[in-house]
């Protein structure tokens, strides 16, 4: 089974933003990641907007809509007043809600979903009667997958965050390894889509996919974008999709 990938484009929108300028677009680079076979784009617009703004996600869709219309928009974020005004007008494919704090540089940590069971289940209920798939991002473990479940979401999205971190230790990344195997593995038996996401690279993907074999969808940001400015968009996700085992 192919693993989709799916570009997180909030670092672009960092460069972007240190300057009151148009370029480096969204829209540009998003168009040269879909068309080189990148399954959808990624985007967390943040209350501060420090990255992505609120007309980045219009655009986004816009041009997802127009021009590929068998490619997925997912909206990651907190599940505030304002984050969910947009998803709901929006509309994307998929929402991926993450307990975050506004504060935070990134998502750090997953739900805990017992203690925000009666929080998440309106929320989760609300998107999915629009029709938005929901992902809900959680820890490596298999501990409240089965809340997730019974709260409706149809994924989770397990932070691979302490994996990407051991890109220098073998025995620390088999040890994280083997705890998103376990928490894949209780996925699995709920029958939840399985989504991974954070510090992925390259180098970290084969052995993830090998490990997780119910895998969906991955979302990577910071370690693909670091490679566009080497190699450039396009061949970076060509890179990706062949680290993924689909012949690019």
Known sequence: ?????????????????????????LTDLGRLALGAGAAGLTVHPRPDERHIRRSDVYDLIGMIRKEYVAKEFNIEGYPDERWMEIVLDVKPDQATLVPDDPEQSTSDHGWDFAASAEFLAPIVEKLKARGIRVSLFADP?????????????DRVELYTG??????????????????????????????????????????????????????????????LIADALKFGMVETVKRFRRALGDPA
Not at 9 to 20: E, F, G, K, M, Q
Not at 141 to 153: F, H, M, Q, R, T
């Open 141 to 153: 473990s298999p501990e409240g997958l089965d809340v997730a479940k019974e709260i409706g979401a």
């Open 1 to 25: 089974m192919t693993v989709n990938l799916s570009v997180n484009l909030n670092a672009v929108a960092l460069l972007r933003n240190r300057r009151d300028l148009p370029w480096p677009s």
């Open 162 to 223: 302490p994996y990407g971190a051991c890109y220098d230790d073998n025995r620390r990344q088999m040890a994280e390894l083997h705890k998103l195997a376990l928490a894949a593995q209780k996925a699995q038996e709920l029958r939840l889509g399985l989504n991974a996401g954070h510090d992925l690279t390259v180098q970290n993907l084969t052995p993830l996919i090998m490990a997780l074999p119910n895998l969906d969808e991955v979302s990577i940001g910071h370690g």
